[in-house]
């Protein structure tokens, strides 16, 4: 049977999803907690196969805990609700989580995306199709993960990132290398990502730039292909300020979840201490 976590402040909501999901008590087995350090301790001491979590809580909010789950529990699936959230996070969080669920929502909506999840979790060294190849590398740097993706193009065409701790050290397209097949791939659109292995032997950094330097080149590229030939002026102007303003909503948006994650990273170094502290007393009692 799995085990389904729901994290909620609203305790009134726990109590109604908790009768609600009666119906499925065959299938599911369902827990709850009220904030995040809650739910943190509840995945550490026992299995649990999908989290469902609000973002604003207190003591711990939703954003701390993905980012612990993420780096701690990276099988576990995630699934978000809640009515808060600018759209450039919801944006963000819908490639980071399984689903995305905006408040209010009908129950049956949560179950299906339950159930959805469950049956469609690959394993690592999986498979991912048809999402932004953009966020998917973004997700990469901020989990600083070290891995090969084979990027397959709609057309067949295959290139490969190497990543290595969320950095990206080199890129392979075509007969290009480095930062120009960077740049290829990343503009493409519809990909098929598959994961690879890394080399055994840890290759040296090819490419300089930042990931974040990469991305607004390569949307840059982008646009000025997809524009009309001749486009000049207040046209280029125009585009490039709206451009600018997107990449500062998205950038607020990482803040947030840098954020998160630094709170993680402090929630981890808080519950190290307490079993320390803990096992210390022990000893001495």
Do not use: W
């Not at 007969?175 to 120009?180: E, Q, S």
């Amino acid at each position: 049977m799995d085990r389904i976590l729901i994290v909620d402040d609203d305790s009134q909501l726990l109590t109604i999803l908790k009768e609600s999901f009666k119906k499925f008590r065959n299938k599911l087995e369902i827990i709850t907690a009220e904030d995040g350090l809650a739910a943190i301790i509840a995945v550490k001491s026992q299995p649990v196969s999908v989290v469902v979590t609000d973002i604003r809580m207190p003591i711990v909010n939703g954003l701390v805990l993905l980012a612990y789950i993420g780096k701690n529990f990276p099988r576990i699936p995630c699934i978000v609700m809640t009515g808060y959230g600018t759209p450039f996070l919801k944006e963000r969080l819908q490639k980071e989580v399984s689903y995305y669920i905006e408040k209010p929502f009908e129950v049956t909506e949560l179950a299906q995306a339950i159930m959805s999840v469950l049956g469609q979790q690959e394993a690592i060294g999986g498979t991912v199709r048809g999402i932004s190849l953009i966020g998917f590398v973004q997700l990469v740097e901020i989990e600083y993960l070290t891995c090969l993706c084979e990027i397959s193009a709609p057309d067949g065409e295959k290139g490969y990132l190497l990543f290595d701790g969320g950095v990206l050290q080199n890129a392979f397209y075509q007969n290009l290398r480095g930062k120009t097949a960077a740049l290829s791939l990343l503009q493409m659109d519809g990909v098929t990502i598959k994961f690879k292995k890394p080399p055994k032997k840890k290759l040296p950094r090819q490419i300089a730039l930042s990931l974040s330097a990469l991305l607004g080149e390569a949307t840059k590229l982008k646009h000025e292909m997809e524009s009309p030939e001749g486009r000049r002026g207040v046209g280029n102007a125009d585009a490039d300020k709206e451009m600018r303003e997107k990449t500062e909503k998205r950038q607020k948006a990482e803040e947030s979840l840098k954020r998160g994650k630094q709170g993680a990273e402090a929630v981890e170094k808080r519950l190290s201490a307490s079993a320390r502290g803990a096992s210390q007393g022990t000893h001495n009692g």
